[in-house]
């Protein structure tokens, strides 16, 4: 089985922390990362403060193959992630000439101020991420990828980053509905099962709707044949335990 793959996502902006814009990023990225192999084993949201940044990006970027970050590179006096990257990696910041080169090419030379020019301020030795929206760059230092947090940007950052990531196993993950069933009711079987199944992941996940609630419970991981005994395995758990009324 290829080697396992890890990644954190850094969350930048005040906004995020008191409400006032709900983030659609998390469950963007996750999605994709597990989608290509990658397991997100971390999500963190810090605010617009120099050293809760960079000493985030200090520890997750050391303890994950990847760090990916969204929010605070845009032209405004709060937007500070790309001069924390530069404080956590110490290296130096300037305008970078091919940042500013993708700035012309959506900016008349009159509308080109400072404060645009503050998106083109990229921590030396970085590579730089194409931003097709907007043409203001993301940008890659190490293992750490600086996106932006405007969703629609993100994503096409993420895609355009995407074909050189390492990635691992891609997870598998099979979901079983416990039609008729509490979460109570099969609890202590579920953590017998899931105890004796090595290399799975085993949740049980409750939803309520018109029709009442519904359990679905859920087997990840990367090898198909210990996801199918784990399956296996709870669907015999839940099929005892409705003395086969229903089929499952």
């Not at 969204?70 to 305008?95: E, L, N, R």
């Amino acid at each position: 089985m290829a080697a396992s793959v890890t990644a954190a996502l850094l969350v930048i902006g005040d906004e995020i922390l008191t409400g006032r814009t709900k983030d659609k990023n998390i469950g963007y990225i996750a999605e994709y990362l597990t989608g290509i192999g990658i397991d997100l084993r971390e999500v963190r949201i810090v605010p617009d403060v120099e050293e809760e940044i960079v000493g985030a990006v200090n520890a997750l970027r050391q303890r994950y193959t990847y760090l990916f970050t969204t929010g605070g590179i845009g032209p405004t006096h709060d937007d500070i992630t790309a001069d924390c990257i530069a404080k956590a990696f110490g290296v130096g910041i300037d305008h970078d000439p091919r940042a500013v080169a993708m700035l012309r090419e959506r900016y008349q030379p009159d509308e080109l101020n400072e404060a645009r020019l503050r998106m083109a301020r990229i921590p030396h030795g970085a590579d730089l991420i194409e931003n097709p929206i907007s043409r203001a760059p993301g940008f890659r230092l190490g293992n750490v990828f600086v996106m932006a947090g405007v969703p629609s940007i993100m994503q096409a950052m993420l895609d355009n980053i995407s074909p050189t990531l390492q990635t691992g196993a891609r997870m598998i993950a099979e979901t079983i509905d416990a039609e008729g069933l509490a979460e109570g009711n099969y609890a202590e079987g579920l953590a017998a099962v899931a105890s004796s199944h090595e290399g799975v992941s085993i949740g049980s996940y409750p939803s309520f709707s018109a029709g009442g609630f519904r359990n679905q419970i859920v087997v990840r991981g990367k090898d198909p044949a210990a996801v199918a005994n784990a399956t296996l395995a709870v669907n015999d758990l839940l099929r005892r335990l409705k003395g086969d009324r229903a089929p499952l």
